[in-house]
């Protein structure tokens, strides 16, 4: 009660004497005020407001002390906290580009080109007439080509000239693993199997997205020059060959498109465990909870390999101590 006409003054570097020494000043004061006492008797009193001064601080301190462990427990853990946050390297500021590059480049062709290979359809009349005609239609699908084509031979020199580049095409070879996987996979969905297929860098659906565009890259540049420059290629080729480039661009331009929406997009980000997004195309990175969920191959030997480098130090650190 007399205590807590003291507390806003309770801070960490205040004396506790000089503050009990305050509190039994109060207390005495709102005891005496206007009474008229013998010295016996004021000796009495003062021993009884000490005691009880000093009752009423070491409870208050009870208090607070019980209040600052409850805030204490409230906060998470550091190393748990620390463990939330840490990330892994995915994918390089290169490769991210490519895939931006490849990504607008393949939207322009998808927008552009399914108008003209659908040119008697509604829609596609009404597409043209918002963006000034067929013809800028067909300029702007030349300006997509023209970023896919470059972003083609980017990549390629990539492949065969980094170290990164050849170290992330031998990963994505097809392995005999990925049909196990496959297979392990169809049997978890089946409910057959408890534990789904354990991964290394790239997954066979990752391994599948690449190489179907890798492929469909080949087809539809190759096409499409033959149908871009077909004067050109017609005083080089019979004429079937362009009649094959024709339904060979505009299948494949239909089946890629499915595949980005259809395949890509639902792997990507409309999975339930990535919806939104996987957001490692913009960021780089992912968490250590999706590496272990989605690369535990590679997540545990990165663990070993840190281990590894941990012990060197440690036995670096004893060899300094000994010299």
């Not at 391994?207 to 020059?225: E, H, P």
């Amino acid at each position: 009660m007399f205590f807590s006409k003291k507390k806003k003054e309770l801070e960490p570097k205040v004396s506790l004497d000089k503050l009990q020494g305050e509190i039994e000043q109060e207390i005495w004061d709102d005891l005496t005020k206007d009474l008229s006492l013998t010295p016996h008797l004021k000796e009495e009193i003062k021993k009884l407001v000490k005691e009880r001064a000093r009752e009423e601080l070491q409870k208050e301190l009870k208090d607070r002390y019980a209040e600052l462990r409850e805030e204490k427990v409230e906060i998470p853990p550091l190393e748990e906290k620390k463990k939330e946050e840490v990330m892994y390297p995915r994918l390089s500021l290169d490769i991210r580009i490519q895939h931006i590059i490849l990504m607008v480049s393949t939207l322009i062709l998808i927008i552009t080109g399914l108008p003209i290979k659908f040119h008697e359809l509604a829609w596609a009349k009404f597409f043209f007439s918002a963006i000034g005609g067929l013809q800028v239609s067909r300029i702007l699908h030349r300006v997509g080509a023209a970023g896919l084509i470059g972003i083609a031979l980017y990549h390629l020199l990539f492949l065969a000239f980094s170290r990164e580049g050849r170290e992330i095409f031998r990963e994505l070879l097809p392995r005999p693993k990925d049909v196990k996987d496959l297979w392990i996979t169809l049997n978890y969905l089946l409910g057959r199997k408890r534990e789904k297929a354990k991964f290394g860098k790239f997954t066979y659906i990752e391994k599948f997205d690449y190489w179907a565009v890798y492929w469909g890259m080949v087809v539809m540049v190759l096409s499409g020059l033959i149908l871009w420059f077909l004067g050109t290629a017609l005083r080089i080729f019979p004429k079937f060959v362009a009649d094959i480039a024709k339904e060979a661009h505009s299948d494949e331009a239909l089946l890629a498109t499915s595949a980005i929406i259809i395949w890509h997009f639902y792997n990507a980000h409309l999975n339930p465990e990535k919806f939104p997004m996987n957001r490692s195309w913009l960021t780089g990175r992912i968490s250590e909870k999706e590496m272990e969920r989605e690369h535990f191959l590679e997540w545990v030997e990165i663990q070993k390999q840190e281990e590894i480098v941990a012990e060197k130090a440690d036995e670096g650190k004893v060899e300094e101590q000994k010299g």
